[in-house]
């Protein structure tokens, strides 16, 4: 199992993004792909998810409304779009699939919003 997020930059409050988290070695429909972040000195915490069919999602309240998280089942691909992007977003950003018992982490994208 491999997920590689994608991405990330620098951008200016205000700004939009769109994270990309390529994965393999499952069958992508069929399971539930989230977005976390990390920013430095905090805990790691929820930012969005999808459903295998795309059919429902999740958002944190701190960004709902200016994130949309989507997947093209026919890439294997997840997307997270970002905008408004505000200081407060600046965080690692890291997208994780749980499989039977497991759990599969990629290696983060790093988004950074500053002028």
């Known amino acids: 199992v491999q997920l590689v997020e994608s991405g990330g930059g620098l951008v200016q409050p205000g700004g939009s993004l769109r994270l990309s988290c390529a994965t393999s070695g499952f069958i992508f429909s069929n399971y539930v792909i989230s977005w976390y972040r990390q920013a430095p000195g905090k805990e790691r915490e929820l930012v969005a998810a999808i459903t295998g069919g795309g059919g429902s999602t999740n958002y944190a309240d701190s960004i709902k409304g200016r994130f949309t998280i989507s997947r093209d089942n026919a890439k294997n691909t997840v997307y997270l779009q970002m905008d408004n992007l505000k200081p407060e977003d600046t965080a690692r950003y890291y997208c994780?699939?749980?499989?039977?018992?497991?759990?599969?982490w990629g290696q983060g994208t790093q988004v950074t919003v500053s002028s």
């Open positions: 994780r699939v749980w499989i039977g018992l497991s759990e599969y």
